[in-house]
Protein backbone atom coordinates (compact mmCIF):
# COMPACT_ATOMS: atom_id res chain seq x y z
CA UNK A 1 0.00 0.00 0.00
CA UNK A 2 1.32 3.50 -1.06
CA UNK A 3 0.81 7.03 1.05
CA UNK A 4 -1.89 7.72 -1.65
CA UNK A 5 -4.36 4.51 -0.18
CA UNK A 6 -3.85 5.41 3.29
CA UNK A 7 -7.21 5.13 5.38
CA UNK A 8 -7.26 9.03 6.05
CA UNK A 9 -8.72 11.92 4.44
CA UNK A 10 -7.72 13.48 1.23
CA UNK A 11 -6.91 16.22 2.55
CA UNK A 12 -4.22 14.61 4.67
CA UNK A 13 -2.88 12.21 1.94
CA UNK A 14 -2.34 15.74 0.23
CA UNK A 15 -0.12 17.50 3.05
CA UNK A 16 1.79 14.30 3.35
CA UNK A 17 2.53 14.45 -0.48
CA UNK A 18 3.59 17.95 -0.79
CA UNK A 19 5.65 17.80 2.75
CA UNK A 20 7.77 14.66 0.51
CA UNK A 21 6.45 11.77 2.63
CA UNK A 22 6.13 9.74 -0.49
CA UNK A 23 6.28 6.22 0.88
CA UNK A 24 5.72 4.22 3.62
CA UNK A 25 8.87 4.02 4.81
CA UNK A 26 9.35 7.95 5.14
CA UNK A 27 6.78 8.11 7.39
CA UNK A 28 7.80 5.67 9.70
CA UNK A 29 11.23 7.25 9.75
CA UNK A 30 10.30 10.53 11.17
CA UNK A 31 9.30 11.42 14.30
CA UNK A 32 5.45 12.00 15.39
CA UNK A 33 6.27 15.87 16.34
CA UNK A 34 8.41 16.19 12.92
CA UNK A 35 5.62 14.77 11.01
CA UNK A 36 3.02 16.86 12.70
CA UNK A 37 4.48 20.06 11.96
CA UNK A 38 5.47 19.26 8.65
CA UNK A 39 1.75 18.61 7.75
CA UNK A 40 0.24 20.86 10.51
CA UNK A 41 -1.74 18.52 12.44
CA UNK A 42 -1.46 17.59 16.18
CA UNK A 43 1.09 15.13 17.45
CA UNK A 44 -1.70 12.38 17.95
CA UNK A 45 -3.52 12.52 14.67
CA UNK A 46 0.68 12.36 13.81
CA UNK A 47 0.81 9.03 16.09
CA UNK A 48 -2.32 7.67 14.21
CA UNK A 49 -1.27 8.47 11.07
CA UNK A 50 2.26 6.17 11.59
CA UNK A 51 0.19 3.45 13.24
CA UNK A 52 -1.83 3.52 9.83
CA UNK A 53 1.27 3.48 8.03
CA UNK A 54 3.09 0.62 10.02
CA UNK A 55 0.09 -1.85 9.71
CA UNK A 56 0.10 -0.81 5.65
CA UNK A 57 3.46 -1.80 5.65
CA UNK A 58 3.72 -5.12 7.93
CA UNK A 59 4.08 -8.25 6.54
CA UNK A 60 1.07 -10.46 8.84
CA UNK A 61 3.20 -14.42 9.22
CA UNK A 62 1.12 -17.05 10.55
CA UNK A 63 1.92 -16.54 14.20
CA UNK A 64 0.17 -13.32 14.31
CA UNK A 65 3.38 -11.30 14.42
CA UNK A 66 4.58 -8.87 11.67
CA UNK A 67 8.00 -8.57 9.51
CA UNK A 68 8.91 -6.14 7.06
CA UNK A 69 9.73 -6.94 3.82
CA UNK A 70 13.38 -7.01 3.46
CA UNK A 71 15.26 -6.88 -0.22
CA UNK A 72 18.11 -8.01 -1.09
CA UNK A 73 19.81 -11.77 -0.60
CA UNK A 74 20.92 -12.01 -4.38
CA UNK A 75 24.02 -13.60 -5.41
CA UNK A 76 27.09 -11.60 -6.85
CA UNK A 77 27.17 -14.98 -9.49
CA UNK A 78 23.53 -14.51 -10.02
CA UNK A 79 23.81 -10.47 -10.67
CA UNK A 80 26.47 -11.58 -13.06
CA UNK A 81 24.60 -14.15 -14.86
CA UNK A 82 21.62 -11.47 -15.00
CA UNK A 83 23.96 -8.93 -16.66
CA UNK A 84 24.73 -11.58 -19.73
CA UNK A 85 21.08 -11.78 -20.69
CA UNK A 86 20.04 -7.90 -20.11
CA UNK A 87 17.36 -6.41 -22.35
CA UNK A 88 18.49 -3.08 -24.51
CA UNK A 89 15.88 -0.70 -26.31
CA UNK A 90 17.30 0.33 -29.56
CA UNK A 91 17.66 4.40 -30.08
CA UNK A 92 17.44 3.75 -33.70
CA UNK A 93 20.58 5.43 -33.72
CA UNK A 94 23.94 2.94 -34.75
CA UNK A 95 26.24 4.90 -33.35
CA UNK A 96 24.57 5.79 -29.76
CA UNK A 97 23.79 2.31 -29.01
CA UNK A 98 27.17 1.33 -29.73
CA UNK A 99 28.36 3.20 -27.29
CA UNK A 100 25.76 2.56 -24.78
CA UNK A 101 26.63 -1.44 -25.30
CA UNK A 102 23.21 -2.22 -27.34
CA UNK A 103 20.77 0.84 -26.76
CA UNK A 104 18.66 1.92 -23.11
CA UNK A 105 19.52 -1.03 -20.83
CA UNK A 106 16.16 -2.29 -19.04
CA UNK A 107 16.72 -1.86 -15.24
CA UNK A 108 18.63 1.16 -14.92
CA UNK A 109 17.78 4.45 -14.64
CA UNK A 110 19.30 6.91 -17.54
CA UNK A 111 19.06 10.38 -17.43
CA UNK A 112 19.03 11.94 -20.91
CA UNK A 113 19.62 15.95 -20.32
CA UNK A 114 20.69 18.99 -22.64
CA UNK A 115 19.63 22.59 -24.06
CA UNK A 116 16.37 22.88 -25.82
CA UNK A 117 15.84 22.11 -28.74
CA UNK A 118 18.45 19.03 -28.87
CA UNK A 119 16.15 16.47 -29.28
CA UNK A 120 15.37 15.30 -25.80
CA UNK A 121 11.70 14.77 -26.53
CA UNK A 122 12.35 13.34 -29.91
CA UNK A 123 14.78 11.02 -28.53
CA UNK A 124 11.88 9.42 -25.61
CA UNK A 125 9.12 9.38 -28.03
CA UNK A 126 11.88 7.02 -30.15
CA UNK A 127 12.27 4.77 -27.17
CA UNK A 128 8.41 4.30 -26.18
CA UNK A 129 7.87 3.37 -29.70
CA UNK A 130 10.63 1.09 -29.80
CA UNK A 131 10.35 -0.63 -26.96
CA UNK A 132 7.32 -1.98 -28.95
CA UNK A 133 9.53 -3.89 -31.62
CA UNK A 134 8.94 -7.53 -31.48
CA UNK A 135 10.72 -10.33 -30.12
CA UNK A 136 10.99 -11.29 -33.89
CA UNK A 137 12.98 -7.75 -35.21
CA UNK A 138 15.06 -7.82 -31.73
CA UNK A 139 12.97 -5.85 -29.85
CA UNK A 140 10.92 -6.48 -26.52
CA UNK A 141 7.49 -6.44 -27.92
CA UNK A 142 6.72 -4.22 -25.00
CA UNK A 143 4.48 -1.39 -23.78
CA UNK A 144 5.49 2.52 -22.46
CA UNK A 145 4.85 4.77 -19.95
CA UNK A 146 5.19 8.38 -20.77
CA UNK A 147 5.19 11.01 -18.01
CA UNK A 148 4.84 14.55 -19.95
CA UNK A 149 5.24 17.35 -17.27
CA UNK A 150 5.49 20.30 -20.03
CA UNK A 151 3.05 19.44 -22.18
CA UNK A 152 5.82 18.64 -25.06
CA UNK A 153 4.46 15.20 -26.29
CA UNK A 154 3.18 15.17 -29.77
CA UNK A 155 0.98 12.71 -31.01
CA UNK A 156 1.12 13.46 -34.50
CA UNK A 157 4.99 13.02 -33.95
CA UNK A 158 4.72 9.64 -32.07
CA UNK A 159 2.13 8.49 -35.22
CA UNK A 160 5.42 9.49 -37.65
CA UNK A 161 7.93 7.86 -35.84
CA UNK A 162 5.77 4.74 -35.65
CA UNK A 163 5.03 4.67 -39.15
CA UNK A 164 8.47 4.71 -39.81
CA UNK A 165 8.94 2.12 -37.29
CA UNK A 166 6.83 -0.36 -39.18
CA UNK A 167 8.65 0.10 -42.76
CA UNK A 168 11.71 -0.11 -40.69
CA UNK A 169 10.36 -3.67 -39.54
CA UNK A 170 9.15 -4.27 -42.96
CA UNK A 171 12.29 -3.29 -45.12
CA UNK A 172 14.46 -5.74 -42.29
CA UNK A 173 11.72 -8.48 -43.48
CA UNK A 174 12.46 -8.24 -47.20
CA UNK A 175 16.38 -8.24 -46.69
CA UNK A 176 16.58 -11.36 -44.28
CA UNK A 177 13.63 -13.09 -45.32
CA UNK A 178 13.17 -14.35 -49.13
CA UNK A 179 9.18 -15.12 -49.08
CA UNK A 180 8.60 -11.28 -47.68
CA UNK A 181 4.88 -12.14 -47.64
CA UNK A 182 4.95 -14.69 -45.19
CA UNK A 183 6.93 -12.50 -42.72
CA UNK A 184 4.87 -9.30 -43.65
CA UNK A 185 4.92 -7.13 -40.86
CA UNK A 186 1.41 -6.90 -39.09
CA UNK A 187 1.93 -4.28 -36.50
CA UNK A 188 -0.17 -0.95 -37.58
CA UNK A 189 0.71 2.46 -36.35
CA UNK A 190 -2.59 2.46 -33.86
CA UNK A 191 -1.07 -0.57 -32.14
CA UNK A 192 1.82 1.46 -31.52
CA UNK A 193 0.19 4.05 -29.98
CA UNK A 194 -2.73 1.99 -28.26
CA UNK A 195 0.18 0.93 -26.34
CA UNK A 196 2.06 4.05 -25.27
CA UNK A 197 0.31 4.79 -21.47
CA UNK A 198 0.10 8.98 -21.53
CA UNK A 199 0.08 10.88 -18.03
CA UNK A 200 -0.32 14.53 -18.09
CA UNK A 201 0.84 15.78 -15.06
CA UNK A 202 0.47 19.80 -13.68
CA UNK A 203 2.24 19.96 -10.53
CA UNK A 204 5.44 18.42 -7.99
CA UNK A 205 2.42 16.72 -5.85
CA UNK A 206 0.78 15.13 -9.10
CA UNK A 207 4.01 13.80 -10.18
CA UNK A 208 4.88 12.26 -6.85
CA UNK A 209 1.41 10.78 -6.72
CA UNK A 210 1.41 9.18 -10.13
CA UNK A 211 4.99 7.78 -9.14
CA UNK A 212 3.68 6.24 -6.27
CA UNK A 213 0.82 4.57 -8.00
CA UNK A 214 2.91 3.27 -10.94
CA UNK A 215 3.31 0.00 -9.27
CA UNK A 216 -0.08 -0.58 -8.98
CA UNK A 217 -0.68 0.21 -12.49
CA UNK A 218 1.80 -2.04 -14.06
CA UNK A 219 0.83 -4.65 -11.90
CA UNK A 220 -2.75 -4.29 -13.77
CA UNK A 221 -1.01 -3.62 -17.09
CA UNK A 222 1.41 -6.18 -17.99
CA UNK A 223 4.42 -5.78 -20.64
CA UNK A 224 5.14 -2.12 -19.33
CA UNK A 225 9.15 -1.87 -20.55
CA UNK A 226 10.06 1.83 -20.15
CA UNK A 227 8.99 5.07 -18.36
CA UNK A 228 9.48 8.22 -19.44
CA UNK A 229 9.59 11.48 -17.55
CA UNK A 230 9.36 14.51 -20.12
CA UNK A 231 10.67 16.08 -18.10
CA UNK A 232 11.62 15.12 -14.43
CA UNK A 233 12.37 18.85 -13.37
CA UNK A 234 9.77 20.78 -14.87
CA UNK A 235 7.83 21.50 -11.82
CA UNK A 236 10.81 21.35 -9.08
CA UNK A 237 12.29 24.26 -10.58
CA UNK A 238 9.76 26.25 -9.39
CA UNK A 239 7.55 27.55 -6.54
CA UNK A 240 10.59 26.02 -3.69
CA UNK A 241 11.71 28.24 -0.91
CA UNK A 242 12.19 25.26 0.42
CA UNK A 243 15.12 23.69 -1.05
CA UNK A 244 15.40 20.63 1.56
CA UNK A 245 11.71 19.58 0.71
CA UNK A 246 13.12 18.97 -2.62
CA UNK A 247 15.89 17.47 -2.05
CA UNK A 248 14.06 14.99 0.08
CA UNK A 249 11.12 14.62 -2.83
CA UNK A 250 13.51 14.14 -5.61
CA UNK A 251 15.39 11.47 -3.43
CA UNK A 252 11.63 9.74 -2.59
CA UNK A 253 11.01 9.41 -6.01
CA UNK A 254 14.32 8.59 -7.81
CA UNK A 255 14.34 5.72 -5.59
CA UNK A 256 10.72 4.60 -6.05
CA UNK A 257 12.25 5.08 -9.90
CA UNK A 258 14.94 2.72 -9.27
CA UNK A 259 12.91 0.32 -7.35
CA UNK A 260 10.27 -0.17 -10.11
CA UNK A 261 12.77 -0.34 -12.86
CA UNK A 262 14.40 -3.76 -10.76
CA UNK A 263 11.27 -4.76 -9.78
CA UNK A 264 9.78 -4.96 -13.39
CA UNK A 265 12.68 -5.52 -15.14
CA UNK A 266 12.16 -2.10 -17.30
CA UNK A 267 14.18 0.99 -18.62
CA UNK A 268 13.81 3.83 -16.87
CA UNK A 269 14.24 7.25 -18.62
CA UNK A 270 14.67 10.79 -17.24
CA UNK A 271 14.63 13.74 -19.64
CA UNK A 272 16.36 16.72 -17.79
CA UNK A 273 16.94 20.73 -18.79
CA UNK A 274 19.98 22.51 -17.98
CA UNK A 275 21.14 25.50 -16.06
CA UNK A 276 23.83 27.72 -15.39
CA UNK A 277 26.34 26.92 -12.93
CA UNK A 278 29.00 29.01 -11.57
CA UNK A 279 32.59 27.25 -11.99
CA UNK A 280 36.18 28.46 -11.93
CA UNK A 281 35.20 32.36 -12.49
CA UNK A 282 32.63 31.91 -15.05
CA UNK A 283 29.06 31.03 -15.69
CA UNK A 284 28.94 26.96 -17.97
CA UNK A 285 25.76 24.99 -18.57
CA UNK A 286 25.12 22.34 -16.50
CA UNK A 287 22.06 19.33 -15.76
CA UNK A 288 19.62 21.16 -13.73
CA UNK A 289 18.46 19.78 -10.28
CA UNK A 290 21.76 20.12 -8.47
CA UNK A 291 25.06 18.13 -7.85
CA UNK A 292 23.13 15.77 -5.31
CA UNK A 293 20.58 14.53 -7.76
CA UNK A 294 23.69 13.41 -10.43
CA UNK A 295 23.37 10.40 -8.49
CA UNK A 296 19.81 9.10 -8.61
CA UNK A 297 20.38 7.69 -11.83
CA UNK A 298 22.43 4.69 -13.17
CA UNK A 299 23.68 6.24 -16.42
CA UNK A 300 23.77 9.97 -17.52
CA UNK A 301 23.99 11.06 -20.91
CA UNK A 302 24.84 14.86 -22.03
CA UNK A 303 23.47 15.77 -24.88
CA UNK A 304 25.26 18.53 -26.87
CA UNK A 305 25.64 20.51 -30.22
CA UNK A 306 28.83 20.44 -31.67
CA UNK A 307 28.74 22.89 -34.78
CA UNK A 308 25.54 21.64 -36.63
CA UNK A 309 25.84 18.31 -35.56
CA UNK A 310 24.11 16.83 -32.55
CA UNK A 311 25.99 14.44 -30.23
CA UNK A 312 25.36 12.42 -26.87
CA UNK A 313 27.96 12.27 -24.39
CA UNK A 314 28.05 9.47 -21.86
CA UNK A 315 29.10 11.59 -18.48
CA UNK A 316 28.18 8.98 -15.81
CA UNK A 317 27.66 5.30 -15.38
CA UNK A 318 29.17 2.25 -13.59
CA UNK A 319 29.43 0.21 -16.71
CA UNK A 320 30.29 1.92 -19.68
CA UNK A 321 33.40 4.03 -20.15
CA UNK A 322 32.93 7.88 -21.61
CA UNK A 323 32.31 7.91 -25.05
CA UNK A 324 30.29 10.37 -27.48
CA UNK A 325 28.39 9.50 -30.57
CA UNK A 326 26.80 11.78 -33.16
CA UNK A 327 22.67 11.06 -34.02
CA UNK A 328 20.60 13.09 -36.24
CA UNK A 329 16.50 14.23 -35.91
CA UNK A 330 14.86 13.52 -38.88
CA UNK A 331 11.48 13.17 -39.96
CA UNK A 332 11.41 9.66 -39.17
CA UNK A 333 12.62 9.67 -35.70
CA UNK A 334 16.48 9.70 -34.58
CA UNK A 335 18.65 8.01 -36.73
CA UNK A 336 22.75 7.89 -37.36
CA UNK A 337 24.41 11.40 -38.12
CA UNK A 338 23.76 12.46 -41.93
CA UNK A 339 27.51 14.18 -41.39
CA UNK A 340 30.06 12.35 -43.38
CA UNK A 341 32.67 14.43 -41.65
CA UNK A 342 34.54 13.43 -37.82
CA UNK A 343 34.30 16.67 -35.99
CA UNK A 344 36.17 16.66 -32.49
CA UNK A 345 34.24 16.32 -29.79
CA UNK A 346 33.36 19.60 -27.55
CA UNK A 347 32.30 19.72 -24.45
Not at 52 to 80: C, I, S
Amino acid sequence: MEVGMLPISASKRGKLLAAGYTSLDAIARTSASLLARDIEVSDSEACEIQNLAAKAGALETPNGTHTTVVGGGQTAWDMLNDEKFSSYITTSCVDLDNILGGGIKCKDVTEIGGVPGIGKTQIGIQLAVNVQIPQGYGGLGGKAIYIDTEGSFMVERVLQIAEACIEDMAEYSNHFHKDFQACEVKMHPNNILENIFYFRVCSYTEQIALINYLDKFIMENKDVKIIIVDSVTFHFRQDFDDMALRTRLLSEMALKLMKLAKKFCLAVVMLNQVTTKFIEGSFQLTLALGDSWSHSCTNRIILFWNGNERHAFIDKSPSLKSASAPYSVTSRGIRNSISSCKRIKMM
